[in-house]
T-cell receptor, first 115, second 112 residues
Framework: AAGVIQSPRHLIKEKRETATLKCYPI?????VYWYQQGPGQDPQFLIS???????DKGSIPDRFSAQQFSDYHSELNMSSLELGDSALYFC??????????????FGPGTRLTVL | AQSVTQLGSHVSVSEGALVLLRCNYS??????LFWYVQYPNQGLQLLLK??????LVKGINGFEAEFKKSETSFHLTKPSAHMSDAAEYFC??????????FGKGTHLIIQP
């Protein structure tokens, strides 16, 4: 079965640079979520999109922005990178279910290292 | 705000023994609860989810969890541990379409 695709899988950047992470959801999934997982930490929810509109916002820094495109893929843009942004970034996707919880399927993650 | 607490950052069991990973939730409304597993350097894989249809939920790889409202718990169990079960396990809670709020995780160690 098709899974969530994230690219790149690994990314190394210098401080104050910018980075763009891409996420391709499972076909027919209409919602995309972004999470940040620091070393030894639990994943922290950043932001989500439903049908190309922002649907929920978590602890996303102002330096970060994201959007969902017409083909439902999503991009997370990160500017003025800091050492503390080094983490594993997960994308998850789901299909909106009426009357029940949306099950989020996670991608393999993008490991961002800021030097 | 919803939250989950996982008791025990590390749990060690012998191969073949019962696995019990604890999760307690805090929510003012009936929550949606999930258990995810994460193997080293990999993404999160859904083990099971509570949908309010049944209090005992069966998941993949022989895991199951029981929702107990009186105890605000959703503990994960497996009757017989296998070496391949060694991983990080996360309990999570959400509203229907919100981002998940994860617990701190429990590292499961399987002793041969």
């Amino acid at each position: 079965a098709a899974g969530v695709i994230q690219s790149p899988r690994h990314l190394i950047k210098e401080k104050r640079e910018t980075a763009t992470l891409k996420c391709y959801p499972i076909p027919r999934h209409d919602t995309v979520y972004w999470y940040q997982q620091g070393p030894g930490q639990d994943p922290q929810f950043l932001i989500s999109f439903y049908e190309k509109m922002q649907s929920d916002k978590g602890s996303i820094p102002d330096r970060f922005s994201a959007q969902q495109f017409s083909d439902y893929h999503s991009e997370l843009n990160m500017s003025s990178l800091e050492l503390g942004d080094s983490a594993l970034y997960f994308c998850a996707s789901s299909w909106s279910v009426t009357g029940g919880p949306d099950t989020q399927y996670f991608g393999p993650g993008t490991r961002l290292t800021v030097l | 705000a919803q939250s989950v607490t996982q008791l025990g950052s590390h749990v060690s069991v012998s191969e073949g023994a019962l696995v019990l990973l604890r999760c307690n939730y805090s929510s003012s409304v009936p929550p949606y609860l999930f258990w995810y597993v994460q193997y080293p350097n990999q993404g999160l894989q859904l083990l099971l989810k509570y949908t309010s249809a049944a209090t005992l939920v069966k998941g993949i790889n022989g895991f199951e969890a029981e929702f107990k409202k009186s105890e605000t718990s959703f503990h994960l169990t497996k009757p017989s541990a296998h070496m391949s079960d060694a991983a990080e396990y996360f309990c999570a809670v959400s509203d229907r379409a919100d981002g998940l709020t994860f617990g701190k995780g429990t590292h499961l160690i399987i002793q041969p």
